[in-house]
């Protein structure tokens, strides 16, 4: 017996060995983390392709190339090898012979050109080179193909092919008569629009689909390649005003009239979801996700529908579910919906009959689940989790299969964090969902500096996923804690609706239970305790040093105090108008939503703030109000705005001075 546990811990011994050789994440070495998405499943079954994103650190951009594996994940194959531009949004034709991708490669740019737009491209997927198919001047936003594989449905970006003014090299200037007039990474928006197009594949021949100045989105053939189910806003002239997404189907012909099917209220198959309608394979039934009121904005929960194609009142399937869902499809008999749904800090695999009744976890566990597709009786899925940053799995009954190994060597080489789930009690009697992650060198009963840090959203959550920021926390040495306070998407829409109106309210109270648990665990230390978050993340450090003086410091990202100054300035006009009315007429809301700012003398934190300079989703002005209120009263800050980038950064070299900085000011304030 002896013998025998002697030779176990032998066998044990070169794991624990590794174990202890394992380095923390640094910065550096996150650059190296590939970003893995977007499975397909060719028609045969045969491969799954996905897309596959990394860090070019001399040229300091990320790009993106096309990937497949078999489908018993014994030969992976890199399709793609771009050296300057993304290669992605990858699908199979249906013979399963060729794959097309998205690319903005400058193959027939001359350098006098302007900047290359993204365009369809056809590569044989046993060899070749790829070959450019489409050649729009505002570029392909979308596409899919048609069962049959003789003709693709392209979203195209329809805009003016004159840049400048008339014999001169100056630029136009910019005319705006919208009443959504900006977006961010989109810029001003003026008289481009994306439209339905449908090409022939053998010969190259396009045709608008339907006429008219609204917009369609997110494409789907119908299995018998007749008609193309369609997403867009068309129920009145001045579509800008609202977010009344509807489900349109129309006959895959030029200058078609379209049929609306979905009729609800609000925004159906919201296309900032990348969520297309899915027919049934019989073509007689069309699932979507059914926006909540347009009333509750972002705050309504969306439910899975079912409409006949051929019009008729449409089925909720989960209208007992109260939690949010997406990325609807059919299963390949057509007596299951597969969808992703967020709940209780996941965001995983469900499925429901087509006749209704329970809503069923596919794959237990607590994890995320970002994109999958279906074919046959096969499943594919983007899976993530707090150990594991994204890969492709392949499922199989309950269980899951690896197939994609982009980040396995990483991983071998580095010690991850430990994140746990928790609770913790509001101040009044809420319980509120969260996360803590504990620093590499923790020991039981000493006391930790900690971060904690705010999600964005508001109506969003923080979930079982892979976290590059938490574990470069945990190899700095500090505790992070994120909860999911009301306003979150976590436990349905009575707790996210508790935040319409009330900013950086009841949240607040909901954040700070967390801190107080851990700080009565005694894992923090009350004495070293800081506060970050970007986007609403920003705007609620923002309330929280205004309101509580127990942070030592704070991190406030792309944020806004001054809910006047949003007004008219941001992208979300339409957002303004329907949860705080008009500052005209509900001057009081206003008031009550720009607390940080109009209570500034109340702000002893030292803070930092931190902007893109062409962020429209919640602009610099937001956070230069902030840095300068906090200079005149001789409040310690720092103002750091990175060119040229929008809400979310996506040069590298941003991205890693953004951590640094992250890091030299949590140490200087915290250690």
Sequence with gaps: MIKKIFA??????PAWLAAQN????????????RDVSDPKISPDGKWVSYSVSSTHIEKDYYQSDVWMTSWDGATTIQLTHTTEEDESHARWSPDSRYISFLSSRKFEKKEDDEE????????????????????????????????????????????????????????????????????????????ERKHLFVMDVATGDTFRVVDGDYEEELPAWSPDGKQIAFVSKRMHEDWDRDDNYDVWVVEAKPHAAPKQISKSEGADCDPSYESAPSWSPDGKWIAYFQGGPLKLIYYGTQHLAIA?????????????????IWNQKFSADGKLIYFVAEDDQNLDLRKISVNGGDVQQVLPGRYTVYSFDVQQEKLAIQYTDPNQPGEIYAVEGNTKRQLSHQNDQWLAKHAIATT????????????????????????????????LQIHGGPTSQNQNEWATDWQLYAAWGYVTVSMNPRGSTTKGEKFATALFAHWGDIDIADDLSGVDELVKRGIADPNRLAVE??????????????????????????????????????????????????????FQNYVNNSYPFLHADKIKTPTLFMCGSKDFNVPLLNSEQMYQALKVNNVETQLIIYPDQFHGLDIPGYIRDRYERRKDWFDEHLK
Excluded at 22 to 33: F, M
Excluded at 172 to 190: A, C, M, Q
Excluded at 558 to 579: L, Q
Aim: overall charge negative; hydrophobic content about 35%; aromatic content about 14%.
């Design 8 to 13: 176990g811990c032998l066998m044990l011994l």
């Design 22 to 33: 394992k380095i923390p994440v640094s910065i550096a070495s996150a650059d190296s983390l």
């Design 116 to 191: 290359a737009t993204k365009q369809l491209w056809l590569l044989n997927r046993m060899g070749g080179e790829a070959e450019q198919i489409t050649h729009f001047f505002g570029g392909v936003e979308d596409y899919v193909w048609s069962p049959d594989g003789k003709k693709i449905a392209l979203i195209v970006n329809v805009t003016d092919t004159s840049k400048y003014m008339e014999g001169t090299e100056t630029v136009k200037p910019i005319v705006i008569d919208r009443f959504y007039f900006k977006e961010d990474y989109s810029g001003y928006l003026t008289t």
């Design 308 to 324: 006949p194609a051929n019009g008729g009142d449409a089925t909720v399937l989960t209208a007992n579910y109260d939690r949010n």
């Design 420 to 451: 746990k789930e928790f609770q913790s009690k509001s101040k009044d009697g809420t319980m509120i969902s969260g996360f803590y992650v504990l620093p590499h060198d923790y020991a039981e009963g000493k006391k930790y500096p900690m971060i």
């Design 533 to 586: 978050g970007w986007s609403y993340g920003g705007i609620a450090t923002d309330y929280m040093i205004a309101k509580d003086q127990r942070f030592k410091c704070a991190i406030s990202g792309a944020s806004i105090g001054n809910a006047f100054a949003g007004f008219g300035t941001d992208m979300y006009i339409r957002e303004y108008i329907e949860e705080l009315g008009t500052p005209w007429r509900d």
